[in-house]
Nanobody
Framework: QVQLVESGGGLVQAGGSLRLSCVFS?????????MGWFRQAPRQEREFVAA????????AYADSVKGRFTISRDNAKNTVYLQMNNLKPEDTAVHYC?????????????????????WGQGTQVTVSS
């Protein structure tokens, strides 16, 4: 019903930048979904990274990425982005895109993985020291 395809991961040196993209496809409009990024490092739990509201006006970030990462979306292109600057080795993880179907508010930014209905396959980000 809904497919999410991430791209943009790779290997980068500490201090470098990457831009992740996630393309949404489905029968329901992309604009009815709050979107988020999560990540999971080996032997660790999946953790919240960032979220953006349906209309793009509201964002939320994990403390560990505030000031370094920026989430945004383009509803005309059915795409959500994660700009990652000043990357650190501890950012190394598989990064996942997620979609939360939420019609009650255009300003909702879910931070819990349990709130999300659909997940992408993930893209690997590796930061070398």
């Amino acid at each position: 019903q809904v497919q999410l395809v991430e791209s943009g991961g790779g290997l980068v040196q500490a201090g470098g930048s990457l831009r992740l993209s996630c393309v949404f496809s489905g029968r329901t409009p992309f604009s009815l979904y709050a979107m988020g990024w999560f990540r999971q490092a080996p032997r660790q739990e999946r953790e919240f990274v960032a979220a953006v509201s349906r209309d793009g006006s509201q964002t939320a970030y994990a403390d560990s990425v505030k000031g370094r990462f920026t989430i945004s979306r383009d509803n005309a292109k059915n795409t959500v982005y994660l700009q990652m600057n000043n990357l650190k080795p501890e950012d190394t993880a598989v990064h996942y895109c997620a979609a939360d179907f939420y019609v009650a508010s255009a300003y909702y930014t879910p931070t819990s993985s349990g709130a999300y209905d659909y997940w992408g396959q993930g893209t690997q980000v590796t930061v070398s020291s």
